[in-house]
C-alpha cells in the first residue's frame, strides 16, 4: 500500500516538473544546427480567417513547412476549396503531391444551435478524432488563427510535448477583426502559455497582452 | 440610349453578407436615406438582402429618385461591388477589406442586435483611421448627409512578411 501510494505521488510530481519543463521551453526559439524541413499542421476556420491564413502561407517557403496538413471543420468547404486552390491541385488529382499536401476534415464538437445534451456526445466523437489525426500527423509547426477547432489540437500538440512524443511549435495568429479584445481561442492559448509566439495585428492589443509580437495588418 | 445611361448610372450596392440584416435593409429603404443618396448624385440602390425576411419596395428611376432593386444571394458580389460607387455593407471584415481592397467609398452599418459584437470593434478603429464610414442603421441618412467621398483615405496594401520572417526566424531558418 505504502509503495503503491508512493508511487503515486513520484508520478504525479514528475508529470507536474515535466508539464512546468515544457510550459518553460515554450515560446523559446529553435536552435538547430542544420535546419530541415517541418511536418506542418495548418487550423482553417472560416471566412476571414481563411483569407488572412492564405495571406500568411502565400509568403511562407514552402520547402521549409514541408508536407502541409490543412485541417477545417467537416461542415465547412469553402476553406479547404481556398487551400486547394492556393497549393494549385483544385482538381484532386494529387499524384506525387499527395505525399507533401493533405486536406482533412475535423469534426465540430458543437454546431451553431445544437443542444448541450447531444453535445456531450459529438464532444467525445470530435475529441477522439482529433487525437486520431494528430496521433497521424504528429506536427512539428502548428499554425492557426482563431477558429475555434484549433484550441482542442493545440491542447494535444501540448500533451505530445508533455509526454515526449514530438515537441512543437504552435503559432497563433489573432484575427485582424479583434482590435481590443482577444478572442476565445485566443485568449486560451495565451493565458495557458500553449502558444510559443502569438501575433496581433492591432499595437492597442499588443500593449494589453504584452508576451504578443505585433506584426500589422495581414489584410 | 443605353451607353449615356450606364455612363450616368452611379449605384450603391449594399451587401448584408451570407445571414441577414433586416435592419439595415429597412434603413436604406426608407425616405430619409433615399432621399440623401439621390442628392449625393447616386442613382442606383442595389441590395442584397440575404435571408432577411423585409423586403424593399422596388421602384425605378422615373419619380426623381433612385431606383431600387435587390436580390438575395449572389455568386457574383464582386461585380456588383467593382460596378459600385458606393458600398454599404455589413461589419464582417470579409466585406470589410474586399472592397477596401477595389478601393471603393464604404459605409459600415453596424449590427447592434448580433450578441458577440465585436464586429463593431474593427468598423470603428477602421473608421478613425479614416479608411471607411461607420454607422448604425438609425444614423446611415446623417452619415450619407456627410458623406464626403475624397476625405477618406486609400487602404494601404497589408504584407505578411513580417509574420513570415518570424515564424521562420523562431524556428531556426535563416533569412534569406
Known amino acids: 500500500m505504502d509503495v503503491a501510494c508512493g508511487t503515486l505521488i513520484s508520478l504525479i510530481f514528475f508529470t507536474i516538473i515535466r508539464v ?39 509568403t511562407l517557403q514552402k520547402e521549409r513547412f514541408c508536407p502541409r496538413y490543412y485541417v477545417a471543420a467537416a461542415t465547412d468547404n469553402m476553406s479547404l476549396h481556398k487551400a486547394r486552390v492556393l497549393e ?14 493533405q486536406f482533412l476534415q475535423i469534426y465540430r464538437s458543437r454546431e451553431v444551435g445544437q443542444s448541450y445534451i447531444t453535445s456531450v456526445g459529438t464532444t467525445l466523437v470530435a475529441i477522439s478524432h482529433a487525437f486520431w489525426l494528430m496521433i497521424r500527423i504528429r506536427p512539428e509547426v502548428v499554425l492557426c488563427n482563431g477558429p475555434g477547432t484549433c484550441v482542442p489540437l493545440c491542447a494535444i500538440a501540448f500533451l505530445f ?40 495585428q492591432w499595437p492597442q492589443l499588443q500593449r494589453k497582452y504584452p508576451r504578443a509580437h505585433y506584426v500589422g495588418c495581414l489584410m | 440610349m443605353e451607353n449615356s445611361d450606364k455612363k450616368d448610372r452611379r449605384t ?43 423586403i424593399p419596395t422596388k421602384s425605378g428611376t422615373e419619380d426623381g429618385s433612385v431606383s431600387v432593386e435587390y436580390f438575395t444571394f449572389s455568386s457574383s458580389i464582386a461585380d456588383h461591388l467593382r460596378s459600385a460607387s458606393l458600398v454599404i455593407s455589413h461589419a464582417g471584415s470579409g466585406s470589410i477589406f474586399e472592397t477596401l481592397r477595389l478601393g471603393k467609398p464604404l459605409i459600415v452599418v453596424v449590427n447592434e442586435d448580433l450578441m458577440d459584437n465585436h464586429q463593431s470593434e474593427l468598423a470603428e478603429e477602421l473608421a478613425e483611421r479614416r479608411y471607411l464610414y461607420c ?26 512578411t513580417p509574420v513570415a520572417k518570424m515564424i521562420n526566424r523562431f524556428l531556426g531558418f535563416p533569412d534569406d
Do not use: C
Open chain 2, 135 to 160: 454607422a448604425r442603421p438609425q444614423t446611415l441618412h446623417q452619415t450619407i448627409a456627410n458623406l464626403e467621398v475624397e476625405s477618406l483615405l486609400p487602404y494601404p496594401a497589408s504584407d505578411a
Open chain 1, 20 to 58: 512546468l519543463w515544457v510550459v518553460y521551453q515554450t515560446g523559446k526559439a529553435l536552435r538547430p544546427k542544420s535546419p530541415k524541413s517541418m511536418n506542418t499542421l495548418i487550423v482553417l476556420g472560416s471566412g476571414g480567417h481563411t483569407a488572412e491564413m492564405i495571406g500568411v502561407l502565400s
Open chain 1, 161 to 200: 510535448k508533455v509526454v515526449g512524443v514530438r515537441w512543437s511549435s504552435i503559432f497563433y495568429i489573432e484575427s485582424i477583426a479583434r482590435v481590443k479584445k482577444l478572442s476565445l481561442s485566443g485568449l486560451l492559448l495565451y493565458k495557458l502559455r500553449m502558444a510559443d509566439q502569438f501575433y496581433v
Open chain 1, 88 to 101: 494549385g491541385s483544385v482538381d484532386d488529382t494529387m499524384g506525387d503531391r499527395g505525399a507533401t499536401v
Open chain 2, 12 to 54: 450603391v450596392f449594399v451587401t448584408v453578407g451570407t445571414t441577414l440584416f433586416d435592419a439595415l435593409v429597412r434603413a436604406v429603404d426608407t425616405w430619409e436615406v433615399k432621399k440623401e443618396l439621390f442628392r449625393k448624385g447616386y442613382t442606383h440602390l442595389l441590395i442584397q438582402i440575404g435571408r432577411g425576411s423585409y
